[in-house]
């Protein structure tokens, strides 16, 4: 039972260039969440997807874009990397985008930006 | 606004003693709170929940909580702590009205000593 997958686990990245990182969940859930943890700031919320076919900004959307691929994949984009994006990124899903629907989170990608 | 507040960075206990890891929130409303764990490398693991009902939650690996609304505290303990224990430790809430998305505390950082 794999859950969340990630790829890829790390990623060095000079200014400029661009990336995708991949998320792939196998728990059939609906609702689909990207993080990006920070020393000493916890989780904040990029991007989330209630449903397939939906997604909206969480709290630091700036620099980033997502797309739902289907159910199953949602993936997260940096057109033009910056080194205030070197961080661990996590992939979380759940249930429905309720309150009552724990999330479940994926392994993480630590990524530098120089 | 909503906030999670984890006042200690770093705790640092002996193999056996027992743990008590703070979370404070600002919160209005009825709050759902979580803990969640991640071990080196790791993702983060779901360790406990709080929706209503019994103010006193077990979760996995032996943890507890105890959900105090005049203290607006969510405090994570265990009785005897093992070295498989360290790891950092999140506490979050969810929000009414903004779905499963969570607003996380700064973390805790454990070590265990021998």
């Known amino acids: 039972n794999a859950g969340v997958t990630q790829t890829p686990k790390f990623q060095v990245l000079k200014t400029g260039q661009s990336m995708t990182l991949q998320c792939a969940q196998d728990?059939?859930?609906?609702?689909m969440y990207w993080y990006r943890q920070d020393p000493g700031m916890g989780l904040r919320l990029i991007y989330y997807?209630?449903?397939?076919?939906?997604?909206d900004k969480g709290e630091v959307p700036n620099g980033y874009n997502v797309s739902r691929l289907n159910k199953r994949e949602f993936s997260l984009r940096l057109e033009s990397a910056a080194p205030s994006q070197t961080s661990v990124y996590f992939c979380?899903?759940?249930?429905?985008?309720?309150?009552?629907?724990?999330?479940?989170f994926g392994n993480g990608t630590r990524l530098t930006v120089t | 606004a909503q906030s999670v507040t984890q006042p200690d960075i770093h705790i640092t206990v002996s193999e056996g003693a027992s743990l008590e890891l703070r979370c404070n929130y600002s919160?209005?409303?009825?709050?759902?709170l979580f803990w969640y764990v991640q071990s080196p490398g790791q993702g983060l693991q779901l360790l406990l929940k709080?929706?209503?009902?019994?103010?006193l939650v077990q979760g996995i690996k032996g943890f507890e909580a105890e959900f105090k609304r005049s203290q607006s505290s969510f405090n994570l303990r265990k009785p005897s702590v093992h070295w498989s224990d360290a790891a950092e430790y999140f506490c979050a809430v969810a929000p009414l009205g903004q779905g499963g998305k969570l607003i996380f505390g700064q973390g805790t950082e454990l070590s265990v000593k021998p």
């Open positions: 709080y929706f209503s009902g019994d103010t």
């Open positions: 979380a899903s759940s249930e429905i985008t309720a309150r009552n629907s724990p999330l479940h």
């Open positions: 997807s209630a449903s397939e076919g939906t997604t």
């Open positions: 728990m059939n859930h609906n609702s």
């Open positions: 919160y209005g409303a009825t709050p759902y």
